[in-house]
Each structure stands twice: as C-alpha cells, then as structure tokens.
Nanobody
Framework: HVQLVESGGGLVQAGGSLRLSCAAS??????MGWFRQAPGKDREFVGR????????YYADSVAGRFTITRDNAKNTVYLKMNSLKPEETAVYYC????????????WGQGTQVTVAT
C-alpha cells in the first residue's frame, strides 16, 4: 500500500518559516514534488527533487526562499519555507513519480499552511 503522509503545517506569521515533511512508504520514487492549492485557485507547482541524485527545481515564485531536501534513510522529503507571505496560505501536497513514469500518480492528503499578516 503506497502512502505519502505530509506533516508540519500550521499557522505562521508573515516572514516566518515552516518545514513540511512528506513520509513515503510502499514503493520507491524517482521524483518527489511539492504543490499547493489556495482556496478558489488552481493547484500550483512549488518544486521537486530527484530522489537519487538530489537535484532540485523550484517555481520562480519560491526560488531562493524554499528548499527541498530528502532523507533516504527515513524515506522522507522536506520542504523548508522561509520568508513566508500571506498569499502563500494554502494546502500543501507532496506527490511522487515512480520510475518509468512521468506523471505524479501518488499524492498525499495535504497539510494546511496559514500565513498570518
């Protein structure tokens, strides 16, 4: 049974930081991505990491402020978010692309991040 479980969301003041976690189980992944969806808006790509090599790629809106890392021993991917803005209030999701695929087939349940003014 494949599971992606996010944690670490919560309420933070504007300019503050949070670190989200995504624990994966049930299979290995080639790429792990982070997405977010604000109320009334489309889901937005935040960034991704290649599980094996650790290379990362970020949306322009978060580059330089957000960092994705992974812990192979714990099968966990992290999203460290700095200098958060109120407009980044959203549900944050992690998702996985298995080897041999090019789509995010597996998704977590999401974790709420609220950035207060």
């Amino acid at each position: 049974h494949v599971q992606l479980v996010e944690s670490g969301g919560g309420l933070v003041q504007a300019g503050g930081s949070l670190r989200l976690s995504c624990a994966a189980s049930g299979r290995t992944f080639n790429i792990m991505g982070w997405f977010r969806q604000a109320p009334g808006k489309d889901r937005e790509f935040v960034g991704r990491i290649n599980w094996s090599g650790g290379s990362t790629y970020y949306a322009d809106s978060v580059a330089g402020r957000f960092t994705i890392t992974r812990d192979n021993a714990k099968n966990t991917v992290y999203l460290k978010m700095n200098s958060l803005k109120p407009e980044e209030t959203a549900v944050y999701y992690c998702a996985g692309i298995r080897y041999g695929s090019n789509t995010y087939e597996y998704w977590g349940q999401g974790t709420q991040v609220t950035v207060a003014t």
